[in-house]
């Protein structure tokens, strides 16, 4: 009997500033939130990821903390915090935060407080150095928008470390006062009822910085002391770590003890979503498979979080220059949709041309695919994008609920929102919204609510084992398999127009009662399985067996 929750979960990103507005200031707020939770209720999700919930100067998005014990007043109360956390335990739903522990704010009062005195408490919570390290213009993860990793601060009179903006000082993990206080951060959280966390940056949280090292060693074994401790504080919680290492990286992530896993439960599976995404520019699924091939076998506990879009650029960099070009070519071919060199900046529906199909298949492959699915707010509905707001906030902009002005976001004037809606175009809030698509049993909405209950009927998928099904298939299909102890799954997705018949004959053997459970459209019965039909862009969910 497995008890792991997080294996089974469907998991919502939410920001609550561009979610829903309660008090018409402009600003989504967690009252706002709290009056949807019947909504994602009814939609499936288990599992609620809060982008930074914390008061923040705001020029990261809330990724540039300035206190670690408390919400964004913008957003309400610590009240209204655990009111949060009653009402969406009361549905079924856990929520986690982001934990964003390998910088602060430079307006924390840790860093004024560091960068003011030598003989502050706070100086070695942070990394200094006395003169220009050499090695100051690497590893800027925004490049272009970011000049150098080492600042120089006049107050301080040294050079202090950020591997992001300059105005998001690194910690020092170095220092066995910083490593306390995250835990102290994770315990208060905890306690309050939050169910895990989301981990920023961790390869960066664990590298013991030293100036003129740009290649510094990490230290792994904080994550098994803080896996530790988190779990003895809550045995159910969970880490969810954002790690964009090499692939031969990854298992030291999870973590590894006699076969089970001790470090991350947890990791954004970036190689996947890379490959994801050039099988579908390319509408072939080679890479798919080779990725499924290649992937380090995980310790037991350990997962995958899978995704198609998230609140960031779609990071292409493990992609080769090449299969990047590709990539670009069909989903972002002009330069204001591309980012940092590496990404593209836009929503998957437009990325797709918003060719309801083809949506269709790309959320079909992410949810049938190994790991956890992770939806991002608005992808239930195929919301677009705003390349005229800069950088990643393209991508963040209010959740279009209905007709109704500012879409149905928030009463205030729109020219006060935090973020304007998208009002024009086919994406605009009057095509898509909530309020039409819940209405329409043939929107995207009801498909997802539809293919989000069909996922539960199918533990064995994202839990068991996701492996390639070599058999003879025309180009552009895939044929997956999901498998674990409750049964048997088999997956045909067409990735390209035409449409083709596939030969499952080999494995019908398998078959006890087979049947679709979710498909694109109607298919005659299944028969002998020696010719198998998915129309272009069709995919097809075949129950094969179930053990109970
Ligand atoms: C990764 C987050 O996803 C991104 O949005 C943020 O800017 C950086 N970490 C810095 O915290």
């Excluded at 098994?224 to 779990?231: A, G």
């Excluded at 086919?426 to 919204?433: A, F, L, S, T, V």
Aim: glycine residues 8%.
């Amino acid at each position: 009997m497995s008890d792991q929750w997080y294996k089974k979960a469907v998991v919502y990103c939410c920001d609550i500033d561009t979610f829903a507005d309660s008090n018409g200031d402009g600003v989504g707020d967690i009252q706002g939130l709290i009056g949807r939770l019947d909504y994602l209720s009814r939609l499936g999700i288990t599992c609620l990821w809060l982008n930074p919930i914390h008061p923040s100067p705001d020029r990261d998005d809330g990724y540039d903390v300035s206190d670690f014990y408390n919400v964004d007043p913008r957003f309400g109360t610590l009240g209204d915090f655990a009111e949060l956390l009653h009402q969406a335990g009361n549905r079924g739903i856990k929520v986690i935060i982001d934990l964003v522990v390998n910088h602060t704010s430079d307006q924390h009062p840790w860093f004024q407080s560091a960068r003011s005195s030598p003989d502050s408490p706070y100086r070695d919570w942070y990394v200094w150095a006395d003169s220009a390290p050499s090695d100051r213009h690497q590893g800027m993860v925004f490049p272009g928008e970011q000049g150098e990793t080492w600042s120089y601060d006049r107050t301080a009179k040294l050079w202090y470390y950020h591997r992001f903006y300059k105005f998001q000082p690194d910690l020092n993990i170095k220092n066995p006062a910083v490593r306390e206080e995250i835990k102290k951060i994770c315990a208060f959280w905890l306690q309050l009822g939050v169910a895990g966390f989301r981990m920023d940056a961790v390869p960066f949280i664990i590298e013991e910085t030293e100036p003129g090292n740009a290649n510094p060693p990490k230290d792994l074994d904080y994550l098994t002391d803080l896996r530790q401790f988190v779990q003895w504080r809550k045995g159910d919680a969970v880490l969810l770590a954002e790690a964009n290492v090499e692939p031969d990286e990854l298992v030291k992530f999870f973590g590894d003890a006699g076969g089970s896993n001790n470090r991350i439960h947890m990791l954004f599976d970036f190689m996947l979503n890379g490959q994801v995404m050039l099988a579908l520019a390319r509408q072939n699924p080679e890479s798919i498979i080779e990725a499924l091939r290649e992937t380090p076998k995980l310790p037991a506990g350990g997962q995958w979080a899978t995704f198609l879009r998230n609140h960031d650029e779609v990071d292409l960099s493990r992609l080769t220059a090449g299969q990047r070009e590709e990539v670009f070519a069909q989903f972002g071919p002009e330069p204001e949709m591309q980012l940092y060199g590496r990404g593209i900046r836009r929503r998957l529906a437009p990325m797709l041309g918003g060719d309801r199909r083809r949506l269709e298949l790309a959320y079909s492959l992410q949810f049938t695919l190994r790991g956890t699915p992770v939806l991002r707010y608005g992808e239930e509905i195929g919301m677009g994008d705003d390349l005229y707001l800069e950088g990643r906030d393209a991508i963040r902009t209010p959740m279009q609920w209905s007709l109704l002005e500012n879409a149905g976001f928030s009463t205030a004037d729109s020219g006060k929102l935090v973020r304007p809606v998208v009002d024009s175009g086919d994406y605009g809030y009057e095509k898509i919204n909530v309020t039409n698509q819940r209405q329409d049993p043939k929107s995207l909405l009801s498909w997802f609510e539809r293919m989000i209950r069909t996922l539960k009927e199918a533990p064995e998928i994202g839990a068991g084992s996701c492996v390639h099904v070599d058999v003879p298939v025309p180009e552009g299909v895939l044929v997956h398999r999901a498998e674990d102890s409750t049964g048997t799954m088999l997956f045909v997705h067409n990735l390209c127009t035409k449409d083709a018949v596939v030969d499952l004959s080999s494995v019908s053997a398998e078959a006890e009662f087979p049947n679709d459970i979710l498909a694109d459209r109607e298919y005659p019965d299944l028969g002998k399985f020696d010719q198998v039909p998915v129309a272009g862009y069709g995919y097809r969910w075949i129950r094969m067996r179930r053990c109970s």
